[in-house]
């Protein structure tokens, strides 16, 4: 799952009885620059898999850097963690332009920081493993290991940077008839990304040993990031400045009372069945990304792959997302409903995580690869039909700041699966120092038990009571805001 799409333009076109000029509306957004613009949605789902998927497996590999696992989630996790600040660079590109443009330069700039800052991250964590091998937990460690952090949260907000204006930039230059078409188009694009990340860097990992993992991994962490500063820029070339609609959307152009986090809390906790659904979210985020930070370890240590073969892992999963899309928007939901299709989703991801547990014991592999592809179907639907029950639940009026809400919980919640995850392998290791199978059972048994809670947060969830609800409470709610 990746960030989702703000609209800071929804909440206040009431605000001003003063008459607007209407300027002339630009025309409709192509299908093929649709498609264009999810090249930048590609890069993410690339540089996504190259810390998640890669740097995660040579941090934690005992054959490489031997780094705990909990220093690694923990570090990795805090990219997430800044994540609110999300809400702020939406208001900055909304209020202030850069090199002309509300968007587009930011998405540019950030996604030049944030490649340079990834760069550095890496150069951080070798000098991290090299104190843990001489000279264990000491204060020159804890040292690597607050640089380490710092690094990978100056990523975070990097990537915060760009990817906030990108999703406002996706509502500028759509129309409501047009805007679900493109963030499908995007989404999908980002798993494609995933992909074909998963596949480069197999590619430049071949002959991996750890005599050169320092240069084969810097010269990944080059190339990779190279080609997604390209991407972002063929995504954007042109979009803004033909395609926009922010002009004419004049009601709200240059206004600073837009969405803020102290809204976003308020919204969230406005009435009961809001409150349910986000934490069935939560914990269906959970559910799906605790996993993250100790696949690519499970297939080393478990099935005896290379770190190019558990990068490919993540392709299969990828795989199996983009089937379980599909198969959920044109037969499971119009057989079963939103709120079914959602379940099935999550009590088959559960399943998967049972059988993926089960396959260590045969060492097999391919069962495994069967096994993420499973994951990846089961991960499909339930996105599929969370996404979907998430537009039952949101009022026109107000859908930005619904879904701006949503993707800060989605954000948060996976920075916190990325260090319980790295936790319970450690844990997992206490409990069974003698049983690799067991120790990575625990914290897929864990997950499964996630996801089951979701599942019945997701029995409390009533569309009926929420429609009856929440637009009065909104509406209090953003009022007050505006006055405040």
């Not at 679900?180 to 992909?195: D, N, P």
């Not at 429609?467 to 405040?484: F, H, I, K, M, S």
Request: net charge neutral; hydrophobic share 50%.
């Amino acid at each position: 799952m990746t960030d989702t799409f703000q609209d800071p333009q929804v909440i206040s076109s009431a605000a001003s009885d003063e008459p607007q000029v209407q300027l002339p509306s630009p025309p409709p957004l192509p299908l093929h620059t649709m498609f264009r613009m999810g090249l930048f949605q590609m890069g993410l789902g690339m540089m996504s898999l190259l810390t998640l998927g890669v740097l995660n497996r040579v941090m934690i590999d005992t054959d490489l850097l031997a780094i705990p696992a909990t220093v690694v989630g923990g570090s990795l996790a805090m990219y997430q963690f800044v994540s609110p600040a999300r809400v702020w660079f939406g208001q900055l590109s909304d209020a202030k332009p850069l090199f002309g443009l509300h968007r587009t330069g930011y998405i540019r700039l950030g996604a030049v920081l944030f490649t340079i800052c990834i760069f550095l991250a890496v150069q951080v964590v070798w000098g991290l493993g090299a104190s843990f091998a001489a000279t264990g937990w000491s204060w020159a460690t804890y040292g690597w290991m607050g640089l380490t952090s710092l690094m990978f949260a100056l990523y975070g907000l990097c990537v915060s940077a760009c990817s906030t204006p990108f999703a406002a930039l996706l509502v500028d230059v759509s129309d409501e008839e047009n805007r679900s078409k493109l963030v499908g188009i995007v989404w999908s694009m980002l798993m494609v990304g995933i992909a074909g990340g998963a596949i480069g860097s197999a590619v430049l990992l071949r002959g991996l040993t750890p005599e050169n993992l320092q240069s084969t991994i810097n010269q990944l962490f080059l190339v990779i990031p190279a080609v997604v500063i390209l991407l972002a820029w063929v995504a954007t070339w042109g979009v803004e400045k033909r395609y926009s609609r922010y002009g004419s959307r004049s009601t709200l152009a240059g206004r600073e009372d837009q969405i803020t986090l102290g809204t976003a809390i308020k919204v969230l906790t406005a009435n009961r069945q809001t409150l349910i659904f986000f934490s069935f979210l939560a914990l269906m985020t959970m559910g799906l990304f605790i996993q993250q930070p100790v696949l690519e370890p499970y297939g080393g240590d478990v099935f005896g792959m290379t770190v190019a073969e558990t990068t490919q892992l993540n392709a299969f999963w990828s795989l199996g997302i983009l089937a379980g899309i599909v198969l959920t928007g044109f037969l499971i939901v119009p057989k079963l409903g939103k709120q079914r299709a959602a379940r099935l989703g999550c009590l088959l991801v559960a399943g998967s995580f049972l059988l993926t547990i089960l396959s260590g014991f045969t060492g097999n592999p391919l069962l495994l690869q069967l096994c993420m592809i499973l994951f990846g179907l089961a991960s499909g639907i339930t996105t599929n039909g969370a996404i979907s029950l998430m537009l039952d639940l949101t009022a026109a009026e107000t859908a930005g700041t619904f879904i701006g809400a949503w993707g800060l919980s989605q954000a948060m919640s996976q920075a916190l699966s990325t260090l319980i995850g790295g936790a319970l392998l450690d844990v997992g290791r206490m409990l069974f120092p003698t049983s690799p199978v067991l120790t990575y059972a625990t914290v897929f048994g864990v997950e499964a038990g996630v996801m089951l809670l979701a599942v019945y947060l997701l029995g409390q969830v009533s569309v009926a009571e929420f429609r009856e609800n929440t637009r009065q409470v909104l509406t209090d709610v953003l009022a007050l805001e505006l006055d405040g």
